[in-house]
């Protein structure tokens, strides 16, 4: 069987040394911070207050807004603080304080759903929404605002199995120990989609995914497994939606949706699958801890709202010239200054380089080479963007279409004049969208 | 375990945190290496009087690039050496040493260090330099010897039939240091096109193009003659400038569609000026001409983006 993949696109280093551990269910903590904007949209508004007991599963922040997510207490526990809290995501969100009491009392609401045979399209969307499941592939944008079907309808409902991120294991370990709670999953949201066809990308470097997916799905013809090429970015949207239907490309400034296919992450569905089958709403995270700087890499399944430091002791604690911290991975991960963070939901890994990984190169001039342009997935001219960017000419960038860059960093990566690539046209970009808005 | 207990600061910095080991050193020493073949080549059928001169030069253009950027130790980044060396093998065996000097002097300085050294220069050194030694020192830079017994001779384009086929392949024939064999250039190109350091298009455009427009035109008029067309590829620096010149990747397009455009018009200008021009030789000329406007083929030849408009 020939392998899939885009137009462009590099090879990292394939670093993957948690990629045969088996997910390590790690210790509760005594004490959760539960971020109230744990998503793509408006934060939620505390349903508790201070003092107040709360069970595991319970429901302690909801919005009004079209594009939320509710979020739930991982624990079960009394509420000390209400406060802002350092977040993952660069500024200080609201969070939930709640001290477990170490009994995991679940709310009364948790229990198992009606049989999908059974469940409206309309249900479950709702009881997604209501389990506050937002898209893992590292977006968190709400899948309940993903499963409402279009009315041109809807020709597939794409999987995200390539985690074409380096050291990034997790999508990798839940397909192979739990494929058929996934394929479940797979199934409740081409329900809800109102598809009748389903494609999983795995990348062929993770063999028993791909067999065990397969085994999953059995007989079943409208799910099929489709092999991709191990490159990065395959697991961008919209080069996995270009890989898997064969060249077909989303048009410029549009969602999946207007070529017929809505993608979506595969850990996602197995949060929907969960959903329904055992009613827990999104309050575990699986996630990688890797890299150099740590003394044991390790997949791990947490409690929504522990704090980095305690999942690190069970990765064996960091080594004493660890120097940089990644959440997500090494090519799109954002670097964190400080371990005082929660891990909350898309989460997908956190990772650590030591010092002699942690080089900040001297910049030299642009050699025009054409490296960036032979890897961007986008096929964009990155060197000529950034160069205009680094010249404060944010309309030559427009010119050179800065907006359809999909920040893969594929760019900076292979630059041999180690420019900060993307960085620029990130700054070029934010610029754009100013200016639009005025 | 104890730095979990104190607060650590890490390093900040922009994703990627992961960057590919290659790096413009890397790339120029690539670029060196593929240029020894030509270099031993060059030595063997002109022995001293291609070694002195390429050695001169190769010391000169990293001399010179030491004395103006000061940064990065003599080798640096590696591109003075290769315009030294590129700059040598356009020039005639036996040529006086301080030739040498200013040629590398000047491809240093005025093709490079004035427009803000590598990456911002619009032409290539190499052949900025020799440029300048043609416009100055005519006569000299064109006194070719036979490698056979290193008296003074024409060269092949001069006196074109004088020389056969083969040996322009093999490069006994009489002409600049290194444009004389074509099999060491191929070599040397074949190494940089494995490590993808240059691809197809513009040495494919400018030898494809050379051939069909030098087999259709001559001083006597229209014609169709293939081995006229195999001579101005063989014959002179086109396959050097081909292979080593046009593919510099500062001074030509970033497009995969401008690469080719720019090949093509490096041939077209390359023919033009042997059959019609002053000089016997087009190739300096041809490639500089198409360096003024890599710019303009650049910014009309963007690619199609992804999800726009099927062109």
């Keep these: 069987m020939t392998t899939k993949t885009f137009k462009g696109g590099t090879h990292p280093p394939h670093d993957k040394p948690a990629a045969g551990k088996a997910i390590v269910t790690a210790k509760v903590p005594a004490k959760v911070v539960i971020p109230l904007s744990q998503h793509i949209?408006?934060?939620?508004?505390?349903?508790?207050?201070?003092?107040?007991?709360?069970?595991?599963?319970?429901?302690?922040?909801?919005?009004?807004?079209?594009?939320?997510?509710?979020?739930?207490?991982?624990?079960?526990?009394?509420?000390?603080?209400?406060?802002?809290?350092?977040?993952?995501?660069?500024?200080?969100?609201?969070?939930?304080?709640?001290?477990?009491?170490?009994?995991?009392?679940?709310?009364?609401?948790?229990?198992?759903?009606?049989?999908?045979?059974?469940?409206?399209?309309?249900?479950?969307?709702?009881?997604?929404?209501?389990?506050?499941?937002?898209?893992?592939?590292?977006?968190?944008?709400?899948?309940?605002?993903?499963l409402i079907p279009s009315e041109e309808g809807l020709d597939a409902l794409i999987l995200n199995g390539a985690e074409c991120e380096p050291y990034l294991t997790v999508d990798h370990r839940l397909m192979v120990e739990r494929p058929g709670d996934m394929i479940f999953g797979a199934k409740a949201m081409m329900k809800a989609l109102k598809t009748n066809k389903c494609f999983i990308g795995i990348e062929v470097n993770k063999p028993d995914a791909i067999s065990a997916i397969r085994e999953a799905i059995g007989g079943d013809s409208s799910i099929e497994v489709v092999e991709l090429e191990v490159k990065y970015p395959q697991g961008s949207g919209k080069q996995l939606v270009t890989a898997v239907m064969d060249g077909l490309e989303v048009p410029t400034g549009e969602r999946s949706t207007a070529v017929g296919v809505q993608v979506a992450n595969t850990a996602t569905a197995l949060a929907v699958g969960d959903a329904i089958k055992t009613g827990t709403p999104l309050i575990k995270q699986a996630i990688t801890v890797a890299g150099s700087g740590v003394n044991e890499s390790g997949n791990f399944l947490v409690r929504i709202g522990t704090m980095v430091p305690e999942l690190l002791e069970q990765a064996g604690g960091l080594k004493d010239d660890a120097a940089k911290m990644i959440w997500g991975g090494p090519m799109m991960g954002g670097a964190q200054a400080?371990?005082?963070?929660?891990?909350?939901?898309?989460?997908?890994?956190i990772l650590f380089f030591t010092e002699d990984e942690v080089v900040i190169d001297e910049i030299l001039a642009c050699i025009k080479c054409g490296r960036c342009l032979d890897v961007c997935p986008?096929?964009?001219?990155?060197?000529?963007?950034?160069?205009?960017?680094?010249?404060?000419?944010?309309?030559?960038?427009?010119?050179?279409?800065?907006?359809?860059?999909?920040?893969?960093?594929?760019?900076?990566?292979?630059?041999?004049s180690k420019r900060p690539v993307l960085q620029w046209i990130r700054l070029a970009k934010a610029d754009i969208a100013a200016k639009n808005r005025k | 375990m104890e730095n979990l207990a104190v607060e650590k600061k890490f390093v900040v910095s922009s994703s990627p945190h992961v960057k590919s080991p290659e790096t413009v050193q890397k790339i120029m020493t690539d670029v060196l290496i593929a240029l020894v073949p030509a270099v031993v080549a060059a030595a063997v059928f002109f022995r001293e009087q291609?070694?002195?001169?390429?050695?001169?030069?190769?010391?000169?253009?990293?001399?010179?690039?030491?004395?103006?950027?000061?940064?990065?130790?003599?080798?640096?980044?590696?591109?003075?050496?290769?315009?030294?060396?590129?700059?040598?093998?356009?020039?005639?065996?036996?040529?006086?040493?301080w030739i040498c000097v200013i040629g590398s002097v000047t491809a240093i300085f005025l093709g490079k260090y004035v427009f803000g050294g590598l990456g911002n220069n619009i032409f290539n050194p190499a052949?900025?330099?020799?440029?300048?030694?043609?416009?100055?020192?005519?006569?000299?830079?064109?006194?070719?010897?036979?490698?056979?017994?290193?008296?003074?001779?024409?060269?092949?384009?001069?006196?074109?039939?004088?020389?056969?086929?083969?040996?322009?392949?093999?490069?006994?024939v009489a002409g600049s240091l290194g444009e004389t064999s074509a099999i060491a250039l191929l070599i040397g190109a074949a190494y940089l096109l494995y490590k993808k350091h240059i691809n197809w298009r513009i040495p494919g455009g400018y030898i494809i193009s050379a051939f069909i427009l030098g087999a259709l035109i001559s001083p006597a008029g229209f014609q169709f003659e293939l081995a006229d067309g195999l001579f101005h590829v063989l014959a002179g620096g086109l396959l050097l400038g081909a292979l080593f010149m046009a593919t510099d990747m500062v001074t030509s397009p970033v497009t995969p569609k401008g690469q080719l455009i720019f090949g093509v018009g490096c041939g077209i200008l390359t023919v033009l000026i042997r059959v019609y021009g002053n000089f016997p030789e087009g190739v300096t000329f041809a490639i500089l001409i198409m360096n003024a406007v890599t710019p303009l083929i650049d910014d009309a030849t963007k690619p199609r983006i992804y999800g726009g408009v099927k062109s």
């Design chain 1, 41 to 146: 949209g408006a934060p939620c508004e505390p349903l508790v207050k201070v003092g107040d007991e709360v069970k595991m599963g319970q429901k302690i922040g909801s919005s009004d807004s079209f594009i939320s997510a509710p979020v739930h207490s991982s624990v079960s526990g009394t509420v000390v603080e209400i406060a802002p809290h350092p977040h993952p995501g660069g500024s200080p969100s609201m969070a939930v304080v709640i001290e477990n009491d170490g009994k995991d009392t679940w709310a009364d609401g948790v229990k198992p759903k009606k049989n999908l045979d059974e469940l409206t399209g309309e249900e479950i969307i709702e009881i997604t929404k209501e389990a506050g499941v937002v898209g893992l592939g590292g977006a968190a944008f709400p899948t309940h605002v993903k």
């Design chain 2, 127 to 172: 052949l900025v330099g020799r440029a300048v030694l043609l416009a100055s020192w005519g006569t000299r830079m064109t006194e070719w010897y036979s490698p056979i017994d290193l008296q003074s001779t024409a060269t092949p384009l001069a006196e074109p039939g004088a020389a056969s086929m083969l040996d322009l392949f093999t490069g006994s």
């Design chain 1, 338 to 349: 400080s371990i005082d963070l929660p891990i909350i939901k898309a989460s997908s890994g």
């Design chain 1, 378 to 416: 986008a096929y964009l001219m990155p060197n000529t963007i950034a160069s205009a960017s680094e010249a404060d000419n944010s309309d030559l960038a427009a010119k050179y279409n800065a907006e359809d860059c999909i920040e893969c960093g594929s760019c900076s990566f292979v630059c041999p």
């Design chain 2, 50 to 97: 291609a070694i002195i001169p390429i050695v001169i030069c190769l010391i000169a253009a990293m001399a010179t690039e030491f004395v103006l950027v000061r940064k990065g130790g003599f080798f640096s980044d590696g591109s003075a050496a290769v315009t030294g060396v590129l700059l040598a093998l356009t020039l005639p065996p036996g040529v006086s040493w």
